[in-house]
């Protein structure tokens, strides 16, 4: 399997957030102590112990980043080295063997590399969603760490995460569940987290959000995070971020944080209550797929709670997608040096 050379025949400018087969996917397999090389193969099917420990227990990890095409044609990376060291971290918090960052980056270079024809063209708003994931496999009842492991990358093109790209959006808060404990798994990128939000997901679509944004799990409180996305707020020349031990420490909210002290804005992470809303002037939900979404609208206890005129996106927000996304296609200087070009 080799460099794709033409793209694949897709609506680039229509593509959902879902999954789409490419060509192949990179495999690794866990056994005896060792992790094996990485295989390319174009099966999107895995054969596992019904007993595999990831299938009850919920010994999985994963992580999300995106691959663009530039306008010289150059197909480049997001900062895949915080996926590889955050992967490490969820990892060794629920007892995987950890996966070297060199294999992890070596896996998302090949995966991508041989997936070219599906890395979205320049210019389109689409993306290469790259997904690295981790089980625990072979037959085991009693609870306890899988003596075997498949670490698999698979790749999909796909489009903005909520439908229309850079548009605002209404969040609810979600009070009734929590996505975490107060000394859980909230802060690594593991399966159950998304399982156990699933009954908060369900929460606020009913109510006709969508978006969620769950409070701090122990007093209800302090803000956490979105279900799929960290919370920022921008009050006059601040960017506020939650500091929380239960969410997810998302590498796009690391991102804009830079981008917006290089703005000359001040970076305040810290608990944020939820009380404090009113004072907001532009709320975003940041994240890989999200992007960033502008919030302009937070229903809290049946009240609503507007962000800038009219629900249109505030200028900040605006500014950070714009400058986050430029130099993500390479548009803007790569200052920072977030780019891993696939050679
Ligand atoms: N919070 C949660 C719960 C997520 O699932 C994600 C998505 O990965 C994020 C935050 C954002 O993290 P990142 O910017 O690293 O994608
Ligand atoms: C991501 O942004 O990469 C995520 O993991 C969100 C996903 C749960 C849809």
Known sequence: M???????????KNLPFDYINTECNIRYYYKDGRWSDGELVSDEMISLHMAAPALHYGQEAFEGLKAFETAEGKIVIFRPIENAKRLKRSCERIYIPAIPEDMFLEGVRKVVKANAGFVPPYGTGASLYIRPLVIGVGGKVGLGPADEYIFIIFVTPVGPYYKGGFKPVKAIVIEEFD????LGVGDC?????????LRGRQFHIDKGYPIGLFLDPKEKKYIDEFGTSN???VQGNQYITPDSSSILPSITNDSLAVISSDMGMDIIKRPVQIDEIEN????????TAAVITPVTLINYRGKDYNFKDGGNAGPVITELYNRLVRIQTGDMEDKFGWLDVVE
Request: charged share 25%; glycine share 18%; hydrophobic share 50%.
């Open 231 to 233: 919370f920022i707020a």
């Open 179 to 182: 996505r975490a404990a107060p």
């Open 189 to 197: 990128k593991v399966g159950g987290n998304y399982a156990a939000g």
């Open 280 to 287: 907001f002037d532009e709320i975003g939900a940041v994240g």
């Open 2 to 12: 080799g460099m794709v050379k033409d793209k694949a025949r897709l609506d680039w």
